[in-house]
């Protein structure tokens, strides 16, 4: 499956695993209203797909993503207010990827800004390049930020590192990223391309009851107090129960972890 539109290119990578490569390279994958539209639309285009697991996403051409288009952006902003209670539409596309049933990794390179960055946060997972350029320059043109700054704030790092990058204006590279915690891991830039597959490979391969049982886990328990987030975990372990049988080949997952943990494993019923 490789699907082409005029802003992304959806493509099949392996079984179990799709990517979604954003294609405007010459604006550094800058997000306005098509390209967003796109996405959202390839989201929904693999949602109801049982083969896939796991969606990646990428950026063509020398970046990830370097924000929000500032000309769309201004064209909103020059909109009359909207009511209340009447979610702004940088805000249904972020918590779109947050809350997408299927695991979801952001592959970074190049500059991930502002807008570009609260997208890499929604994602479950993020690789970065050493190199990647990871920042937040809205305070330089005058702005606090919108969206990024609570995506920011919600990833997770310390609040003096959400801080700095937030009122510094500067870029943090993908290893320093890596060491206060805003990315899951960075890797050599040469290397970002086959670490990235092979996790999602990885992943791709457990059972979709499974991964689907950890995504409503996460999704509903990080923001519960913990005695809440361990009765919805109770909750949904009685779900699993009743969708595959988690210990089926205890005897074959033992044996194939006696020299170690060993995650090329597979159960026989994975699909």
């Known amino acids: 499956m490789t699907k082409q539109g005029s802003n992304l290119v959806l493509e099949r990578i392996r079984d179990g695993v799709v990517r979604l490569n954003f294609d405007r390279p ?14 959202l639309d390839a989201l ?15 950026g063509n051409g020398p970046a990830y993503c370097a924000g929000a288009d500032l000309h769309d952006l201004r064209k909103l902003h020059n909109e009359p207010p909207r ?16 809350n997408y049933p299927k695991v979801t990794i952001a592959q970074v390179h190049g500059y991930c800004l502002g807008g570009g960055m609260a997208l890499m946060t929604a994602h479950d997972i993020a690789i970065a390049a050493d190199t990647a350029k990871i920042g937040m320059p809205e305070i330089l043109r005058g702005s606090f930020g919108q969206m990024a700054l609570s995506s920011l704030h919600h990833a ?38 086959a670490v990235t597959l092979r996790l999602a490979g990885e992943i791709g391969s457990r059972h979709p ?46 044996r194939s972890q006696s020299g170690g943990t060993n995650t090329a494993y597979r159960r026989s019923d994975s699909g």
């Open 26 to 39: 010459e604006k550094r994958n800058a997000l306005n209203h098509a390209l967003t539209g796109e996405i």
């Open 209 to 254: 009851a499974a991964l689907a049982c950890a995504k409503i886990a996460v999704q509903m328990g990080r923001d519960l107090p913990l005695p809440q987030a361990m009765r919805m975990d109770q909750l949904v372990a009685a779900r699993q129960q009743l969708m595959m049988d988690s210990f089926a080949d205890v005897e074959g997952y033992l």
């Open 83 to 98: 009511d209340w209670d009447r979610s702004h539409p940088n805000m249904i596309f972020y918590e779109s990827f947050r």
């Open 156 to 193: 997770g790092i310390p609040a003096k590192k959400a801080a700095l990058m937030h009122l510094s204006g500067r870029n943090f590279s993908g290893a320093e990223a890596d060491r206060f915690g805003l990315v899951s891991a960075s890797v050599p830039e040469a290397e970002l391309e």
């Open 44 to 58: 929904e285009t693999v949602r109801d797909d049982p083969e896939v697991r796991v969606v990646v996403t990428r």
